[in-house]
């Protein structure tokens, strides 16, 4: 059974750094593409970032490219998301997910993760 906990989410100020971290489980990097989709109420979901063997490089939304870095460490299993001067738009509650072989198109991943809430204040 494919399982995503996310955490590292939390209140930091415009121009700060936070790094979210996922757990998973039932599952390897080697077959699945991971990645994070952030959601809020006004734009709703977003892909953040999404890495795979499948794809050549990591694919980041433009909203975020040279400010996040998505990485993966096959021994613990797991995903970070390194998120560096961040802005109030990046306010939203962040989904750790997955899906077979390469990034899906969008946020249309088969595997979400309960999200963790990261709030940025200007």
């Known amino acids: 059974e494919v399982q995503l906990q996310a955490s590292g989410g939390g209140l930091v100020q415009a121009g700060g750094s936070l790094r979210l971290s996922c757990a998973a489980s039932?599952?390897?990097?080697?077959?699945?593409?991971v990645g994070w989709v952030r959601q809020t109420p006004g734009k709703g979901r977003e892909r953040v970032a999404c890495i795979s063997n499948d794809d050549e490089r990591p694919l980041y939304a433009d909203s975020v490219k040279g400010r996040f870095t998505i990485s993966t460490d096959n021994d613990q299993n797991s995903v970070y998301l390194q998120m560096n001067s961040l802005k109030s738009e990046d306010t939203a509650v962040y989904f750790c997910?997955?899906?077979?072989?390469?990034?899906?198109?969008?946020?249309?991943?088969?595997?979400w993760g309960r999200g963790t809430k990261v709030t940025v204040s200007s």
């Open positions: 997910v997955a899906d077979r072989f390469a990034c899906p198109r969008g946020a249309h991943f088969d595997y």
């Open positions: 039932g599952f390897t990097f080697d077959d699945y593409a």
